[in-house]
């Protein structure tokens, strides 16, 4: 059974930093992609970083450059470093992993985190 747990929300102000990070259980030989999602209320989530086993990554255009998705295979956790941080960053953020790359074809990850919230205040 994989579960996924998150940490490291909270609240912050504009240009200020969080990192997030989701502790992966279950597999057995780190033989995952993982990422991050983020949900505004009435929205469905939206992805916004990605990383195969391979530690190649992806980013929604608007988290480029502020944000960095890494994982410690050692660890079995992975991280979501998010600098300058924007009132519109506001949401839940949901760490996922699944056994391939559910982007490529895209389609919903197979495992979901319980969503940690980050509040950024102007």
């Known amino acids: 059974q994989v579960h996924l747990v998150e940490s490291g929300g909270g609240s912050v102000q504009a240009g200020g930093s969080l990192k997030l990070s989701c502790v992966v259980s279950?597999?057995?030989?780190?033989?995952?992609?993982a990422g991050w999602f983020r949900q505004f209320p009435d929205l469905e989530p939206e992805e916004i970083a990605t990383?195969?086993?391979?530690?190649?990554?992806t980013y929604k255009e608007s988290v480029k450059g502020r944000f960095s998705i890494s994982r410690d295979n050692d660890e079995h956790t992975v991280y979501l470093q998010m600098e300058d941080l924007k009132p519109e960053d506001t949401a839940t953020y949901f760490c996922v992993a699944d056994p391939f790359e559910w982007w490529l074809p895209k389609r919903s990850p197979k495992y979901w985190g319980q969503g940690t919230q980050v509040n950024v205040s102007s």
């Open positions: 279950g597999y057995k030989y780190n033989a995952y992609s």
């Open positions: 990383i195969n086993r391979y530690f190649s990554t």
